[in-house]
């Protein structure tokens, strides 16, 4: 328990070492293929990377945030056409942008937990992953966010401490597997297409807020909002797609 606060609170100030090896280890092509193999046979924990249903609903995702003036810039769109997302956000831009935070929480959004220092938690110990996602959690918490606040780990990378401290909390591992590359580009044409291109009933859409600049996933948000709803989709809560999910009872990934 000492070590627990402990760490929670040290995470403040120190960032974390060894993060180089882990970016180069979860970026090695045969790591990311053994990686994905552990993912898909965790021995414990709920990972969604989707839901199993044939209920044409899909959630909107964003990642890295809060970025001012950025993630103002999605919650005005996802305002207007009246849809509620989830923002997974790190613990230290939380910290340094708490009103923005803030913002997201008071428009009715669901706050989650992206770690403190998106730092790779591949081959971490325990402590130290729970320490990470304490930390946000009690940020997230002062700001005003209530019920369970899912985790999605830094990278997509959920494996042994993080799938075993998340399942002794009895929580969600949430992943992403309709991304539109935002990371990449910010033509919002190209966003909207690679995601509407990939969609099917159950999706969990991955976008980001934060990590630059993001006018053009602003501007995509709207696109994929309008082009999906088209096609007879509804954008529903993370909490109200999981709801669907037609294998509840047990760990799976899609
Ligand atoms: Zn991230």
Same mark, same amino acid.
């Given at each position: 328990m000492?070590?627990? &606060?402990?760490?929670?609170? $040290?995470?403040?100030?120190?960032?974390?070492?060894?993060?180089?090896?882990?970016?180069?280890? +979860?970026?090695?092509?045969?790591?990311?293929?053994?990686? =994905?193999?552990?993912?898909? =046979?965790? @021995?414990?924990?709920?990972?969604?990377?989707?839901?199993?249903?044939?209920?044409?609903?899909?959630?909107?995702?964003? %990642? /890295?945030?809060?970025?001012?003036?950025?993630?103002?810039?999605?919650? %005005?769109?996802?305002?207007?056409?009246?849809?509620?997302?989830?923002?997974?956000?790190?613990?230290?831009n +939380?910290?340094?942008?708490?009103?923005?935070?803030?913002?997201?929480?008071?428009?009715?959004? #669901?706050?989650?937990?992206?770690?403190?220092?998106?730092?790779?938690?591949?081959?971490? &110990? @325990?402590?130290?992953?729970?320490?990470?996602?304490? #930390?946000? /959690?009690?940020?997230?918490?002062?700001?005003?966010?209530?019920?369970?606040? =899912?985790?999605?780990?830094?990278?997509?990378?959920h494996?042994?401490?993080?799938?075993?401290?998340?399942? !002794?909390?009895? !929580?969600?591992?949430?992943?992403?597997?309709?991304?539109?590359?935002?990371?990449? *580009?910010?033509?919002? %044409?190209c +966003?909207?297409?690679?995601?509407?291109?990939?969609?099917? @009933?159950?999706? +969990?859409?991955?976008?980001?807020?934060?990590?630059?600049?993001? %006018?053009? $996933?602003a501007?995509? &948000?709207?696109?994929?909002?309008?082009?999906? !709803?088209?096609?007879?989709?509804?954008?529903?809560?993370?909490?109200?797609?999981?709801?669907?999910?037609?294998?509840?009872?047990?760990?799976? *990934?899609?």
């Open positions: 000492r070590d627990r &606060t402990l760490n929670a609170a $040290t995470l403040m100030t120190a960032r974390p070492r060894g993060e180089e090896w882990r970016r180069r280890l +979860i970026e090695h092509p045969r790591a990311i293929t053994v990686l =994905h193999f552990l993912m898909r =046979h965790s @021995p414990f924990g709920e990972v969604f990377d989707g839901v199993k249903t044939h209920v044409p609903a899909v959630t909107l995702t964003y %990642d /890295d945030g809060p970025n001012p003036p950025h993630t103002q810039a999605v919650l %005005d769109v996802l305002n207007r056409h009246g849809v509620r997302a989830t923002f997974f956000m790190i613990g230290r +939380i910290a340094s942008h708490p009103d923005a935070a803030r913002e997201v929480v008071a428009r009715g959004h #669901a706050a989650g937990n992206h770690s403190y220092w998106h730092s790779p938690l591949v081959l971490r &110990t @325990p402590s130290f992953v729970r320490a990470q996602i304490a #930390a946000t /959690d009690a940020l997230l918490r002062s700001l005003g966010a209530n019920g369970e606040i =899912h985790f999605r780990s830094p990278y997509g990378r494996l042994f401490a993080v799938a075993f401290v998340l399942a !002794r909390q009895k !929580r969600k591992s949430i992943l992403g597997h309709v991304g539109g590359d935002d990371w990449m *580009t910010q033509d919002p %044409d +966003i909207a297409q690679r995601v509407v291109a990939r969609v099917t @009933p159950g999706a +969990i859409i991955l976008l980001h807020d934060g990590g630059g600049p993001r %006018d053009g $996933t501007v995509a &948000t709207g696109l994929i909002i309008e082009q999906l !709803r088209r096609r007879g989709y509804a954008f529903v809560s993370i909490d109200e797609l999981l709801a669907l999910d037609r294998t509840h009872a047990g760990p799976h *990934t899609r």
